[in-house]
């Protein structure tokens, strides 16, 4: 799961146009901060 994040963005990132590119990246990080949250909270991590 560590790496998955840096594989879709290394994939997709470089053919985007810009403002696709920060929106991608921006829900991106957006969703492994949740999970982080989450999982913290639960006592996964």
């Known amino acids: 799961m560590t790496y998955i994040p ?3 963005a290394s994939n ?3 053919d985007m146009k810009p ?3 920060n929106i991608f990246l921006i829900a991106e990080w957006g969703l492994l901060a949740v999970l982080l ?8 991590i």
Do not use: D, M, Q, S
């Open 6 to 8: 840096f594989l879709l």
């Open 12 to 14: 997709y990132v470089p």
């Open 19 to 21: 403002k696709t590119r």
């Open 37 to 44: 949250a989450v999982l913290i909270l639960c006592g996964v």
